[in-house]
């Protein structure tokens, strides 16, 4: 993981996106806390719950963003469970990017990927907690009737990919309890 990447040419660098490779563990678990290390309204748990999401089986979609074989971001996607019992839902999250590289559009190429990942393998749909400016740039928006109970109404988001939303109250893989 290179953190000497300046920022300011970040446009001009060639990030591929892929998926997490055999070996890529370890980074993205050090980038996730290196991530996450100041941010507001995180209990600094993230790697671990990307740690346990893989060793549970339910990282669903896992992709890096790499710039010169340096991974500098990641994205998870693990399946949730709707109370209504509909089926085909994803949530998204943690989303990694360097610190130094945040705000520069690595996270909106991996949230991209990660959506079209989900839609070509016939998924219903997706939901986040986090920031609405931000993820209601990639079509989520807060929908009546779909809740993750303890959260702000208007963190939680959904994104149908047929215009049809379920109802009831959304649970995450228990791998959102690890703790280390």
């Not at 490779?21 to 600094?44: C, K, S, V, W, Y």
């Not at 740690?51 to 500098?72: M, Q």
């Not at 520069?104 to 990927?113: A, I, N, W, Y």
């Not at 209601?136 to 939303?165: C, H, M, N, T, W």
């Amino acid at each position: 993981m290179d953190a000497g990447i300046d920022p300011s040419k970040e446009l001009k660098l060639n990030i591929q996106i892929c998926t997490e490779g055999a070996g890529d563990a370890l980074i993205i678990h050090q980038l996730t806390e290196r991530a996450f290390l100041n941010a507001p309204h995180t209990d600094h748990t993230e790697q671990f719950v990307v740690d346990a999401l893989r060793r549970e089986g339910a990282l669903t979609i896992s992709h890096v963003a790499k710039v010169g074989g340096d991974i500098i971001g990641h994205v998870a996607i693990s399946p949730v469970t709707i109370s209504s019992g509909a089926a085909g839902w994803f949530g998204l999250g943690p989303i990694s990017v360097l610190p130094e590289l945040q705000r520069s559009g690595v996270g909106s190429k991996l949230m991209d990927s990660a959506l079209a990942a989900l839609k070509s393998m016939g998924a219903s749909g997706c939901v986040v907690l986090g920031d609405p400016a931000y993820y209601g740039r990639f079509g989520f928006k807060v929908v009546d009737g779909i809740a993750y109970p303890g959260a702000p109404i208007e963190y939680f988001q959904a994104l149908s990919f047929s215009d049809k939303y379920p109802r009831g109250e959304v649970s995450y893989h228990e791998a959102f309890l690890a703790q280390g």
